[in-house]
């Protein structure tokens, strides 16, 4: 079913005059003719209602019929389904700002429980590469075999086959110039800058909220800034946005960011900047200047915002240790090479010494120990994950550089301790800051390993961040995870909860939400999360998966 999105006005301009008042919901009620003696499919009784405004949490009910909330207020009706939650809070559904994938949701139909333990209940995904445009060469790249070419075919895949969540697609940049220029790192001809701008638009056009840009991974990292702001230009025409991976994430943090709002500026777009983070201990001191360069912007007008996880340890390929300058021919072109030991050699002198790039093994204090292997393919050996490159080679009893080139030519992921709670802390106390898990859905019965944010990121924000250390309130938390991401993306309807709004809802007990995955023990659910209703269908229902999929694709409407 096709859902809406928002003019560019943004979520919280309905609610500039309803500010000045006590209650924003109860001004919304007044101004509803409904009767609150009506029968309802689903009431919610005697709850703590956060509503996703910020403002402080209120006892009341919650009426819903169909897909939407229908009244919130003291109700006398009667429901099909009647939900007893006093002691519990209702919360808007989160909203992943980077939930990476949406095809996972209908091939695998037990990697959504990963996503809904958490609370998520709405996905942005797509980050450098997105699922469509497709050609054969891009479907054999990303090892699927897709019944569409475009995203208009996609989402029409998603919604024939019923997805469990809600999702809202980017088109990622990173596959528009492999779609038309390859994976080499060569600058596109006029001609095929114009056939790229033609395949954004059509995305666009087809319903994606913007581009997103992952630039420190080959072919994305090829993308000059000129090359970004032309295609931003298409976007900004459709009132869409840039989101980035930026193109540095440590030493030169700044540099990045910089050249994330330059794109911002003359592109007239707004920019959303993925899993903001200052990697390396040399470089921790960056972080609050980061932050004000933000606030900065946003003071002079720019509409810019980010989001963090909430680990210590990011999530990257074990090939970005290896400069992108030597993928310039492409990756299946370069990775045989590393056979060859004086490849080898000459590559392990480059890291060792070089700093003229982001050098994730300085970034690690040049310490194979500080990097734990998690995400496998198919050919890894299962016994590795969750060790280090430094434990794997003394289980193999081999040297650990060798090691770490026949990991790169296996294609794991990896999870370097590159950051500290300071920056997480200082990260979270910023109002324009909202919470992503930088992971697919991940069923944990078809995988060996990955990193515990794909189980644990919003359950670890409320238990770690608000309960245990107090860093932001729990109704501050709501914002940050629900309607914050909902205004960014200018999704309607979505991120509060009121009269009108789709009921995506979430009944919890904060003291008992949980995070239970780690890098030791990744593959576990999240706890505390009784209820998650979508689209006004209980999906979990009082703990227990329902087999509901009432999931919408969302389409960005001009």
């Known amino acids: 079913m096709r859902g809406d999105v928002m003019e560019h006005k943004g979520i919280f301009c309905k609610f500039l005059v309803i500010a000045v008042c006590t209650s924003s919901i109860l001004v919304i009620n007044a101004c509803t003719a409904h009767k609150p003696s009506e029968e309802y499919d689903i009431i919610i009784k005697d709850t703590l209602l956060m509503d996703g405004t910020g403002n402080p949490g209120r006892r009341t009910d919650i009426g819903i019929i169909g897909e939407r909330v229908k009244y919130v207020g003291k109700i006398s009706g009667e429901a099909d389904v009647v939900i007893e939650a006093k002691g519990r809070v209702t919360s808007p559904g989160f909203i992943d700002m980077m939930g990476q994938g949406s095809y996972e949701l209908v091939v695998d139909r037990g990697s959504a429980e990963s996503k809904l333990r958490q609370g998520i209940t709405t996905l942005l995904v797509g980050e450098g590469f997105s699922m469509a445009p497709m050609n054969e060469q891009i479907a054999q790249y990303l090892e699927i075999k897709p019944e569409w070419t475009t995203f208009a075919e996609y989402f029409h895949f998603l919604e024939d086959n019923k997805i469990a969540l809600n999702v809202v697609h980017n088109v990622g940049a990173a596959l528009i110039r492999a779609l038309v220029v390859g994976d080499k790192d060569v600058e596109p001809t006029p001609a095929q800058l114009e056939q790229m701008k033609a395949h954004v638009e059509q995305s666009m056009i087809d319903g994606c909220v913007g581009i997103s840009t992952a630039l420190i991974y080959p072919p994305g990292s090829y993308a000059k800034t000129e090359e970004l702001i032309e295609m931003a230009k298409i976007v900004a025409k459709h009132g869409g946005n840039y989101q980035t991976h930026v193109r540095n994430e440590s030493s030169q943090l700044l540099e990045a960011i910089e050249e994330a709002l330059r794109i911002g500026r003359e592109a007239s777009i707004p920019v959303h900047i993925y899993h903001l983070k200052a ?136 999870n370097p301790k590159s950051m500290n709670e300071e920056q997480k802390h200082q990260a979270l106390k910023a109002p324009f800051i909202c919470v992503d898990t930088d992971a697919a859905p991940v069923n944990p019965e078809k995988i060996a390993s990955c990193h515990p944010r794909a189980f644990g990121a919003f359950a670890r924000i409320i238990a770690k961040y608000v309960r245990e250390e107090k860093v932001i309130t729990l109704e501050e938390a709501m914002r940050r995870m629900a309607a914050l991401p909902a205004e960014i993306l200018k999704i309607k309807n979505r991120g509060l909860v009121g009269p009108g709004y789709y009921a995506d809802l979430l009944i919890f007990d904060p003291d008992r939400v949980q995070d239970k995955a780690t890098f030791a023990s990744p593959l576990e659910y999240s706890e505390g999360f009784d209820y998650v209703i979508i689209n006004g269908a209980i999906v979990i229902d009082d703990n227990r998966m329902t087999e509901a999929l009432p999931g919408h694709v969302i389409r960005h409407k001009r």
């Not at 007008?301 to 989001?307: H, K, W």
């Not at 198919?378 to 193999?396: M, T």
């Open 279 to 414: 990697a390396g201990e040399e470089n921790w001191h960056l972080m609050p200047k980061a932050l004000k360069m933000i606030a900065d912007a946003r003071e002079e007008g720019l509409e810019v915002t980010a989001d963090i996880y909430p680990y210590l340890r990011n999530g990257i390929g074990l090939e970005s240790f290896i400069h992108p300058r030597h993928y310039a021919d492409g990756r299946e072109a370069f990775l045989p090479t590393l056979s060859d030991p004086e490849v080898r050699k000459r590559l392990q002198q480059e890291i060792e010494t070089s700093s003229d790039w982001e050098n994730w093994y300085r970034h690690v204090g040049k310490n194979w120990g500080n990097v734990l292997v998690s995400n496998l393919r198919k050919e890894s050996d299962p016994e590795i994950a969750g060790l280090s490159v430094k434990e794997i080679a003394e289980k193999r009893g081999q040297e650990v550089w060798g090691v770490f080139f026949d990991l790169v030519m296996e294609g794991v992921g990896v």
